[in-house]
């Protein structure tokens, strides 16, 4: 009795020794977005049918579609193509310098980059798309050895009134976001013409001034996100420890207002101020659109 | 009991084995860094955008990539042992740099894997702190003026290139080393590596410009070796 017992246990031990690498190396080539569980196989087969193009066949964003700026040919995509090996993310809910969730990726391919050549792929279903980020997953080992960070505490928006626009604007000054994004936000500071990424490719401020969306989402809340996480491999920092958080949507509020062609809220009611009226008149460009009459 | 006595033994042998083999005692490498040719002429720095730092300089500071003394001593080499040494828990004192007059204070920090690095901005100007990291994780953080400073540690060894976006001619290296037998030469591209027990070592210099360059040395009982790099300027 006594032996059996005894053999059962060093089975269950054996066991369990083979099962838990088994259910480790599973779980490297998963993603888990909610109820959705994407697998790396399943993600292969996608990538090497929509992704490798410019991702490139080893997942190092040199794909035949990016030609750098160096080459005769010039340019093709005006950003390179993310580089899944080096896995550093610009879109992130993480704090800079840790990787990004699963969910921050599946929204990154959900979303779509603007200004860039990254389309948004919502024609995909949920599965495809955790799948493909499982997939994205095994390009690096820095997914096997360390964990996504700890997404930030985004707190509950403060009440929009016109001094947290003009509080926000002091901050806009005081924090130097013109030294790169320029005084109207136009993507023409002093800096901007100097700026590199991190493959030292030429790269732009963002340009407030048209449009309406961001690089990572276009809500108040990722534009909360994109200047406490900072965009990673890129010149924008990361301002987690020198912003609070009721400051930070203040700057939230005015960094809407410089989006004149993008009727929100925080625009309105600046407009509706004798201040915030002419800054707005100033910065507006007014014409039709086969270009008669254009007043700058 | 029995284990607790035998944990008790254990610490002591710990204790004497410390008391032989650290303190100051021990051999030393000492030398000096030079180079030999036509190092590149440095360009005077235009921070003519950033007039809070352009006020702090009354004449123009050059570039740094290759900072030169009398001689032809050559400075901000950093030499360490890359091999023959055990490696080192972080010291608890930190490693340090300033930003003062849009320039890195000093312009190569060394420190040791896990060592705390203490960022500190003395400008009335904002930088953002960039280390280029492609072994360790890259960050990017913000620092305006008045704020306090942050720390920082690296997990891993690696030649880390530092740059701050806002003021493109700001550099500096970030050099994660295994162990804390590490120096920079000085102004007559001096350097030297004391408390070295005996053994065999294999003596790295890096340079950011011309890269590095070994050399073996073998250490027994008190003695100091002196060792001496020479690295080719090269004019472009």
Known sequence: MMRTRRITKLFLGIAACVALPITAAAQQGESHIGKVTGHSDAGKQLFYRYCWGCHGFRGDGNGENWLPPSSWLGPYLNIQPRDFVAATFKCRSTPTGTLPTDQDLYNSLVRGFVNSAMPSWITLTDQNRADLVAFIKTFSARWKNEKAGDPIKVPPETKLTVESIKHGQELFQKLECWKCHGQEGRGDGPSASTLTDSNDQPIRPYNFAVGSRFKCGATNQDLYKIFITGLDGTPMPSFADVIKPEDAWDLVHFLRTLQVTHTSPELVLWESTKEGAAQIASRKISGTPTGSGIKQ | MRTK????????????????????????????????????????????????????????????????????????????????APDDPAPAQPATVDQKGCQYLPHVIPMVVSQELKVVNDDPTSHNIHPLAKINNEWNKSQPPGTPPFSEKFAKPEFIPVKCNIHPWMHSSFVVLKNSHYAVSGGDGGFSLPNLPPGKYTITAWHESYGDQTQDVTISGNETKTVNFVFKAKPY
């Open chain 2, 5 to 84: 006595l035998g944990y008790a033994a254990w610490l002591a042998v710990f204790a004497a084995t410390t008391i032989a083999f650290g303190g100051p005692s021990g051999g030393s490498i000492s030398g000096k860094v030079t180079y030999e040719g036509t190092p590149a002429r440095q360009k005077p720095i235009d921070m003519s955008k950033e007039p809070s730092c352009a006020k702090q300089h009354p004449t123009p500071i050059t570039t740094e990539t290759v900072v030169t003394g009398p001689g032809n001593a050559l400075l901000n080499v950093v030499v360490y042992i890359s091999a023959g």
